[in-house]
């Protein structure tokens, strides 16, 4: 019996619209919009108090410390388990997302060094034996995304026997149902998900409810090492990292809303709730 397939997430109709408002500026801008209007309605209070909140908006994520905690709520929601101890698996499953690293074209690395990698991630799970297959999930408009992970994971000393390639993914909503369909001809129920800390909160709940029993294996990002009082200063980088953490909340409602409006179609396959 196929398993549900979610009314997507990543559609231009709904998450695209949330996505627009997830970079801080952005918002104030259509904020600051709203305000302009309102004084030319001669709305006075209404428009000063859109004007200070769209300022105060862009202001509050440009800040280190508050982006770090926005991104914490995210990252600390499922704990780094060293791979170890990980439950073992049928499979583990890589994400793509930021191949373009340096260190893909190099051939003397070791994945112990790379803490920030999902591939070494990968890599160091499949080396501790906790599963015999390692999916590489990832398609992209100008070649395989999982072709590139395949060659790079192959010099972590994971060999291409091991691999299993889902290159149609465009999206994370693509890389669950895609990699289920996969999953599903070999088998394979109970996986190792590696992606971001990040983006696993989302990523963890598209592939619940594609039908797969998960295990999540964070990966952290490297953070930036700052004095404490820069911390408090507003930074463009900090914008972007506050960016990326709305970003995952937008995609997260979405998924909240369409799963809501679709309760009655929920699939008895599904391995986790939103609540989990």
Not at 65 to 77: F, K
Request: proline share 6%; glycine share 6%; net charge positive.
């Amino acid at each position: 019996m196929p398993y549900r397939s979610l009314p997507s997430a990543e559609t231009p109709v709904l998450q695209d619209f949330l996505v627009s408002l997830t970079y801080p500026p952005t918002l104030s801008i259509y904020v600051l919009l709203c305000g302009c209007l309102a004084l030319l309605l001669r709305r006075r209070r209404l428009g000063a108090t859109l004007g200070v909140l769209a300022i105060a908006w862009s202001l509050l994520w440009s800040i280190p410390t508050c982006s770090d905690w926005l991104r914490g709520t995210l990252e600390q929601q499922h704990p780094v388990v060293a791979e170890v101890a990980l439950p073992r698996a049928d499979a583990i499953v890589v994400l793509g997302g930021g191949v373009g690293r340096a260190w893909l074209r190099r051939k003397d690395v070791d994945p112990e060094q790379l803490k920030s990698s999902r591939l070494a991630a990968g890599a160091r799970a499949w080396l501790a034996g906790r599963a015999p297959i390692v999916i590489l999930s990832g398609g992209g408009e100008d070649g395989s995304e999982a072709r590139t992970m395949a060659s790079a994971i192959s010099r972590l000393r994971v060999p291409a026997s091991a691999l299993l390639l889902e290159e149609r993914s465009r999206n994370t909503q693509d890389n669950a149902l895609f990699t289920a369909e996969l999953a599903r001809q070999r088998g394979i129920r109970q996986v190792l998900l590696v992606t971001s800390a990040l983006h696993m909160p989302r990523a963890r709940l598209l592939f619940c409810d594609a039908g797969m029993k998960v295990t999540p294996v964070p990966v952290p990002e490297s953070a930036d090492r700052e004095h404490w009082t820069d911390r408090w200063l507003p930074t463009r980088s900090a914008v972007w990292r506050s960016g990326r953490a709305l970003k995952e909340y937008a995609g997260l409602v979405a998924i909240f809303i369409e799963m809501k409006m679709n309760e009655r179609g929920r699939s008895p396959n599904r391995q986790c709730d939103m609540n989990e």
